[in-house]
């Protein structure tokens, strides 16, 4: 008795639609592993760039205390340096604080201009605290002005890291 086409190929036509359904299921994990990933990655990504914006403009809080220090130097008060000084050192230990948690999300390179950033602030609270007339203001000037330097290079390697342009 002759065999027809399909009985001769049927195992193997099942053999094809098993195999295909296989690869078809593999290509669906890879492709929902792939996009769980990425978007995973995208999500830090945001999240790093929202942190660093709100890093970025926390500068205005440094202003905001150096001109009510200014302004208590100026006035020969020594309450109110006192309690400007209390204000700075807040905010500059806040902002070291800061530069710790978010460096440490980035590479060697960023770390370092943290680094620098932080021994800037030191720097300026030490400063700060030896400040009494306005005729020893010209070194903290000096050292306000590298602060706000450092912070500004810190935040554009961070947003450079991110692949982001500073704003």
Same mark, same amino acid.
């Given at each position: 008795? @002759?065999?027809?086409?399909? +009985?001769?190929?049927?195992? %193997?036509?099942? &053999?094809?639609?098993?195999?295909?359904?296989?690869?078809?299921?593999?290509?669906?994990? !890879?492709?929902?592993?792939?996009? !769980?990933?990425? *978007?995973?990655?995208?999500? !830090?990504?945001?999240?790093?760039? /929202?942190?660093?914006?709100?890093?970025?403009?926390?500068?205005?809080?440094?202003? /905001?205390?150096?001109?009510?220090? &200014? !302004?208590?130097? %100026?006035?020969?008060?020594?309450?109110?340096?006192?309690?400007?000084?209390?204000?700075? *050192?807040?905010?500059?230990?806040?902002?070291?604080?800061?530069? @710790? *948690? &978010?460096?440490?999300?980035?590479?060697?390179?960023?770390?370092?201009?943290?680094?620098?950033?932080?021994?800037?602030? +030191? +720097?300026?609270?030490?400063?700060?605290?030896?400040? %009494?007339?306005?005729? @020893?203001?010209?070194?903290?000037? /000096?050292?306000?002005?590298?602060?706000?330097?450092?912070?500004? %290079?810190?935040?554009? @390697?961070?947003?450079?890291?991110?692949?982001?342009?500073?704003?």
């Amino acid at each position: 008795m @002759e065999t027809t086409f399909f +009985e001769k190929h049927a195992q %193997n036509a099942l &053999i094809g639609a098993i195999i295909t359904s296989i690869l078809a299921l593999l290509t669906g994990i !890879v492709s929902i592993w792939l996009t !769980v990933h990425f *978007n995973d990655l995208a999500q !830090v990504r945001q999240l790093r760039l /929202e942190q660093i914006t709100k890093f970025d403009q926390s500068g205005q809080q440094i202003v /905001e205390a150096a001109s009510a220090f &200014i !302004v208590a130097i %100026n006035d020969k008060d020594s309450k109110a340096l006192g309690s400007a000084r209390l204000k700075l *050192n807040a905010v500059l230990a806040g902002q070291a604080h800061d530069t @710790e *948690n &978010i460096a440490r999300f980035f590479d060697q390179q960023a770390k370092k201009k943290a680094k620098d950033y932080q021994s800037a602030l +030191e +720097e300026l609270s030490q400063i700060a605290q030896r400040t %009494n007339d306005v005729t @020893e203001m010209r070194l903290w000037a /000096e050292t306000f002005g590298r602060v706000l330097d450092s912070k500004s %290079n810190l935040s554009r @390697e961070l947003y450079t890291q991110l692949g982001a342009a500073s704003s």
